[in-house]
């Protein structure tokens, strides 16, 4: 059955039955209905009141459940299509005519609705596919590799799985309906319970290796340093812990040379063990060319391609179990190294790795790439949650930074996760003090308010650094990948790591593990406190100790540019803290220093000459911050973050003024994170909803009009579809497709992998015989209309979005980031007249510096 504009007489010549649907009840007797409304699939585009069901024989269809809500970003129904929307031919009058076919066609497999291609989904594959054909969006096969998801088609599936569900009536169909609702918050339990066992493993395990490249511990030799003497702040020799240098005797070679040569020597068998996992374990994917292509993506810290999936991209493995287990383990060598890297960031990869194994255990999410993605979300929050112990900061970061669909339900989900992750982590206790983070700290003293004009000033420090690490680094990535280093990624690894602990060693602040020093920057002295030297109780002991901080300072900003981008497993987040917290402490030492000289300064009377005023630990806190968001744009969730981590209030107003100057600062020079400038250079197909752009071009000039086409008009054989296939495929359009034209009327459009799939179940017949997208016959069986009749209509999208050459460049930027579409025709008086692909459109965004 079709949509017609044929005459009666006409239809009836051609053995087919004119039905005319009304507004009101629709009645089509004993024919299966096959096109639905385009109102009833995308609410946005079509003001018309769509008919509140549909009889099929004595059996009512509601066609009214929206129940989940529209797709991404899509608003409410609007009164009229305006600004240059229009929609399908088809579709376009409320009053259609449909032919039923003759009885002799209708019988065909009449009764056996079966579906059996593995592509199917939902727990009832054939009721599902054939609700998809009704409701005109066709059914899909599983997504290419670097392609992306189709929004509308992935909600239009979940409203048909809900309604299938919803119409089961009796005791089993309650229970079906109550174990559908708890899933997703079994899922997010699982997944957080798991995380934080994985966080802990890896905690304990990089801080006991991170010890032995110093030495070891006398009762037990599996015990980390901080295991084996507590946490020292007095500067009290430990006797439990045996130094490397001690085994040695000093006539042989010396202790400092012995120790020097064991940290040395240890941290480079780490870095390489790290490197040499990520190298021999690598992920191939085909490419459409036949070619495999390697891809480590263990390497790194995963967030950039982490945003890039939430927003609807497809990267298989990239989430899988084996980039799972070599991330995790890759880390924990990596941390022990030496190297400036930590583990914050990978541990957002690491939870949406866990949510996406866990989604395997339900369809539900397992078949559904929308659904699974707001598993995933709520999985990243997780994954700040475990590396931070931060819950609430970690559900704002994964709102604020890489979620693009964050409905309300996926927020209280996200919580949920990150505060199961949270608990477990407390719960496991892997530092074995009660505290889920290393460098947890409370302080005793308020701030005044001469303190403020430093803030800001380290706000700026924050937003200036941020900028210039983006910049230096996203150079050197270029450049990395233009040398001997893209060919020998484990010979750079070693180079650079040995070269880091080289010039790390003789100063004892780049010496200590990135997270042991940050603890030690953030700490308030008191009385009888030394933390390595920092707490100053001699003036003379100051310049000493601001030129160890200076020198350590440019050590760990030089290198964390340098590091960025190796191919192990490593972060930011931590590096990022190291730096500012030394700038922040620098400069509360000689803010410190400078009230000792001149305590009855006017500007500093508010201290009222107490000893202790000046709290070095807080600039230093108030620097991390500021350098975290220069460097990731983070705001929101970065106060929590820190809130979370001091549990303190009295400085929250400091932090937020410094990361809303740095945020500020950055913005002004550059507007893209250190996560949007690696998109940008890996070239992923990104469009990011927090940006405006102001275009320069009309969609005219953006219209790719030299698309192939199919024409119902033409043959269209096999062997014609396989040439436009394989030039579409050249052109690099791997997710774009074909429109369908009738003359050149738009009546439809099928992707290249739908089209692919279907050419490849004929294969085994002559490339002569001709396929055919609009029959007419009822779809019972979409394999059986496949292989016996050439009929590919079932994987045809029959209600494809248009707009007109009149349309804003804005309005089309605002329908790709909300509707999630993949393409976009022109239609000009319904005539076809282009494409607009979303991939060719985020170019033009780059190219036209906006």
Request: glycine letters at 8%; charged letters at 15%; hydrophobic letters at 45%.
């Given at each position: 059955?079709?949509?017609?504009?044929?005459?009666?007489?006409?239809?009836?010549?051609?053995?087919?039955?004119?039905?005319?649907?009304?507004?009101?009840?629709?009645?089509?007797?004993?024919?299966?209905?096959?096109?639905?409304?385009?109102?009833?699939?995308?609410?946005?585009?079509?003001?018309?009141?769509?008919?509140?069901?549909?009889?099929?024989?004595?059996?009512?269809?509601?066609?009214?459940?929206?129940?989940?809500?529209?797709?991404?970003?899509?608003?409410?129904?609007?009164?009229?299509?305006?600004?240059?929307?229009?929609?399908?031919?088809?579709?376009?009058?409320?009053?259609?005519?449909?032919?039923?076919?003759?009885?002799?066609?209708?019988?065909?497999?009449?009764?056996?609705?079966?579906?059996?291609?593995?592509?199917?989904?939902?727990?009832?594959?054939?009721?599902?596919?054939?609700?998809?054909?009704?409701?005109?969006?066709?059914?899909?096969?599983?997504?290419?590799?670097?392609?992306?998801?189709?929004?509308?088609?992935?909600?239009?599936?979940?409203?048909?799985?809900?309604?299938?569900?919803?119409?089961?009536?009796?005791?089993?169909?309650?229970?079906?309906?109550?174990?559908?609702?708890?899933?997703?918050?079994?899922?997010?339990?699982?997944?957080?319970?798991?995380?934080?066992?994985?966080?802990?493993?890896?905690?304990?395990?990089?801080?006991?290796?991170?010890?032995?490249?110093?030495?070891?511990?006398?009762?037990?030799?599996?015990?980390?340093?901080?295991?084996?003497?507590?946490?020292?702040?007095?500067?009290?020799?430990?006797?439990?812990?045996?130094?490397?240098?001690?085994?040695?005797?000093?006539?042989?070679?010396?202790?400092?040379?012995?120790?020097?040569?064991?940290?040395?020597?240890?941290?480079?068998?780490?870095?390489?063990?790290?490197?040499?996992?990520?190298?021999?374990?690598?992920?191939?994917?085909?490419?459409?060319?036949?070619?495999?292509?390697?891809?480590?993506?263990?390497?790194?810290?995963?967030?950039?391609?982490?945003?890039?999936?939430?927003?609807?991209?497809?990267?298989?493995?990239?989430?899988?179990?084996?980039?799972?287990?070599?991330?995790?383990?890759?880390?924990?060598?990596?941390?022990?190294?030496?190297?400036?890297?930590?583990?914050?960031?990978?541990?957002?990869?690491?939870?949406?790795?866990?949510?996406?194994?866990?989604?395997?255990?339900?369809?539900?999410?397992?078949?559904?790439?929308?659904?699974?993605?707001?598993?995933?979300?709520?999985?990243?929050?997780?994954?700040?949650?475990?590396?931070?112990?931060?819950?609430?900061?970690?559900?704002?970061?994964?709102?604020?930074?890489?979620?693009?669909?964050?409905?309300?339900?996926?927020?209280?989900?996200?919580?949920?996760?990150?505060?199961?992750?949270?608990?477990?982590?407390?719960?496991?206790?892997?530092?074995?003090?009660?505290?889920?983070?290393?460098f947890q700290v409370t302080y005793d003293r308020e701030w005044h308010w001469f303190d403020m004009g430093f803030f800001l000033l380290l706000g700026v420090f924050g937003g200036l650094?941020?900028?210039?690490?983006?910049?230096?680094?996203?150079?050197?990535?270029?450049?990395?990948?233009?040398?001997?280093?893209?060919?020998?990624?484990?010979?750079?690894?070693?180079?650079?790591?040995?070269?880091?602990?080289?010039?790390?060693?003789?100063?004892?602040?780049?010496?200590?593990?990135?997270?042991?020093?940050?603890?030690?920057?953030?700490?308030?002295?008191?009385?009888?406190?030394?933390?390595?030297?920092?707490?100053?109780?001699?003036?003379?002991?100051?310049?000493?100790?601001?030129?160890?901080?200076?020198?350590?300072?440019?050590?760990?900003?030089?290198l964390t540019i340098l590091t960025f981008g190796t191919r192990v497993p490593h972060g930011v987040f931590l590096p990022s803290l190291v730096v500012g917290a030394l700038m922040g402490?620098i400069t509360g030492t000689l803010v410190e220093y400078a009230y000792r000289l001149h305590p009855a300064s006017a500007v500093f009377a508010s201290c009222g000459g107490e000893h202790?005023?000046?709290?070095?630990?807080?600039?230093?806190?108030?620097?991390?911050?500021?350098?975290?968001?220069?460097?990731?744009?983070?705001?929101?969730?970065?106060?929590?973050?820190?809130?979370?981590?001091?549990?303190?209030?009295?400085?929250?107003?400091?932090?937020?003024?410094?990361?809303?100057?740095?945020?500020?600062?950055?913005?002004?020079?550059?507007?893209?994170?250190?996560?949007?400038?690696?998109?940008?250079?890996?070239?992923?197909?990104?469009?990011?909803?927090?940006?405006?752009?102001?275009?320069?071009?009309?969609?005219?000039?953006?219209?790719?009009?030299?698309?192939?086409?199919?024409?119902?008009?033409?043959?269209?054989?096999?062997?014609?579809?396989?040439?436009?296939?394989?030039?579409?495929?050249?052109?690099?359009?791997?997710?774009?497709?074909?429109?369908?034209?009738?003359?050149?009327?738009?009546?439809?459009?099928?992707?290249?992998?739908?089209?692919?799939?279907?050419?490849?179940?004929?294969?085994?017949?002559?490339?002569?015989?001709?396929?055919?997208?609009?029959?007419?016959?009822?779809?019972?069986?979409?394999?059986?209309?496949?292989?016996?009749?050439?009929?590919?209509?079932?994987?045809?999208?029959?209600?494809?979005?248009?707009?007109?050459?009149?349309?804003?460049?804005?309005?089309?930027?605002?329908?790709?980031?909300?509707?999630?579409?993949?393409?976009?025709?022109?239609?000009?008086?319904?005539?076809?007249?282009?494409?607009?692909?979303?991939?060719?459109?985020?170019?033009?965004?780059?190219?036209?510096?906006?």
């Amino acid at each position: 059955m079709t949509i017609s504009d044929e005459p009666a007489a006409q239809a009836q010549a051609n053995g087919s039955v004119p039905i005319s649907i009304d507004e009101g009840m629709r009645s089509v007797g004993n024919v299966h209905f096959i096109s639905r409304s385009l109102t009833e699939r995308t609410p946005l585009l079509l003001a018309a009141a769509t008919t509140p069901s549909t009889h099929l024989g004595n059996a009512t269809y509601d066609s009214d459940d929206q129940s989940n809500g529209p797709p991404p970003g899509t608003p409410a129904a609007s009164p009229a299509p305006t600004d240059g929307l229009v929609f399908n031919p088809l579709f376009k009058s409320r009053s259609l005519s449909f032919h039923a076919l003759p009885p002799s066609r209708q019988s065909m497999g009449r009764g056996h609705l079966r579906t059996r291609s593995k592509f199917l989904a939902g727990p009832r594959d054939s009721v599902d596919n054939l609700s998809l054909i009704k409701e005109a969006a066709g059914v899909r096969v599983w997504y290419d590799d670097y392609t992306t998801i189709d929004w509308i088609h992935e909600f239009v599936k979940e409203q048909t799985r809900i309604r299938s569900i919803r119409s089961l009536k009796g005791t089993s169909g309650m229970l079906m309906n109550m174990w559908d609702s708890v899933q997703a918050w079994l899922l997010v339990v699982l997944i957080g319970v798991v995380c934080g066992m994985l966080a802990a493993a890896i905690a304990i395990s990089s801080d006991y290796l991170s010890s032995l490249k110093h030495g070891y511990c006398g009762r037990g030799f599996l015990l980390s340093h901080e295991a084996c003497c507590g946490y020292n702040t007095t500067g009290d020799v430990c006797t439990d812990w045996t130094a490397w240098p001690l085994l040695v005797p000093s006539e042989l070679l010396g202790a400092e040379w012995t120790g020097f040569g064991s940290y040395c020597l240890i941290g480079t068998g780490f870095i390489l063990v790290s490197a040499l996992l990520v190298y021999c374990f690598p992920n191939q994917h085909k490419v459409h060319s036949g070619e495999f292509k390697t891809a480590y993506y263990a390497a790194g810290g995963g967030i950039p391609e982490v945003k890039i999936i939430l927003s609807g991209f497809v990267i298989r493995g990239f989430l899988g179990l084996q980039t799972l287990i070599v991330k995790c383990t890759g880390l924990v060598f990596s941390v022990a190294s030496g190297m400036i890297t930590g583990k914050e960031g990978p541990c957002v990869h690491i939870a949406c790795c866990v949510g996406n194994i866990a989604c395997r255990l339900f369809d539900k999410f397992e078949k559904n790439d929308a659904k699974r993605r707001e598993i995933l979300s709520a999985s990243a929050a997780a994954g700040v949650a475990m590396a931070f112990g931060a819950p609430i900061g970690g559900v704002l970061f994964s709102l604020e930074q890489v979620s693009y669909y964050f409905p309300h339900k996926t927020m209280f989900r996200s919580y949920l996760c990150a505060l199961v992750a949270a608990m477990t982590l407390k719960f496991i206790n892997p530092f074995e003090n009660g505290k889920i983070v290393m460098f947890q700290v409370t302080y005793d003293r308020e701030w005044h308010w001469f303190d403020m004009g430093f803030f800001l000033l380290l706000g700026v420090f924050g937003g200036l650094y941020g900028v210039l690490f983006c910049k230096l680094n996203a150079l050197w990535v270029r450049y990395r990948r233009q040398s001997w280093m893209k060919r020998y990624p484990v010979h750079e690894t070693l180079c650079l790591v040995l070269v880091t602990l080289v010039v790390s060693y003789p100063n004892i602040y780049t010496r200590m593990s990135l997270t042991d020093l940050v603890t030690t920057l953030f700490e308030e002295c008191r009385k009888g406190d030394y933390y390595e030297g920092l707490c100053v109780r001699h003036l003379s002991d100051y310049g000493p100790i601001l030129q160890l901080l200076l020198v350590a300072f440019l050590n760990r900003a030089t290198l964390t540019i340098l590091t960025f981008g190796t191919r192990v497993p490593h972060g930011v987040f931590l590096p990022s803290l190291v730096v500012g917290a030394l700038m922040g402490r620098i400069t509360g030492t000689l803010v410190e220093y400078a009230y000792r000289l001149h305590p009855a300064s006017a500007v500093f009377a508010s201290c009222g000459g107490e000893h202790g005023c000046i709290v070095p630990g807080v600039y230093a806190i108030v620097g991390a911050a500021a350098v975290l968001c220069g460097t990731t744009r983070m705001t929101m969730s970065l106060v929590v973050i820190f809130f979370e981590l001091t549990g303190n209030l009295t400085y929250i107003m400091p932090m937020m003024l410094s990361i809303m100057v740095s945020k500020w600062v950055s913005d002004f020079f550059c507007k893209d994170s250190i996560y949007d400038a690696m998109i940008r250079i890996a070239g992923y197909p990104y469009l990011d909803n927090q940006h405006t752009f102001v275009p320069h071009k009309s969609i005219v000039e953006l219209l790719q009009t030299n698309v192939e086409t199919i024409d119902l008009k033409d043959a269209n054989t096999i062997a014609d579809l396989r040439v436009k296939l394989a030039v579409t495929i050249t052109k690099g359009l791997v997710d774009g497709g074909f429109p369908i034209l009738d003359g050149h009327r738009l009546i439809g459009y099928i992707s290249c992998s739908e089209l692919e799939y279907v050419l490849e179940k004929v294969r085994h017949k002559d490339d002569t015989e001709s396929c055919y997208f609009n029959d007419t016959h009822v779809v019972v069986d979409v394999e059986t209309d496949v292989l016996m009749y050439n009929n590919f209509t079932p994987f045809v999208d029959q209600a494809p979005l248009a707009v007109t050459p009149n349309a804003s460049a804005e309005m089309v930027a605002e329908l790709f980031r909300k509707l999630g579409l993949r393409y976009l025709c022109v239609v000009d008086d319904g005539c076809f007249q282009g494409v607009i692909h979303k991939k060719r459109f985020i170019s033009y965004l780059r190219d036209d510096r906006w």
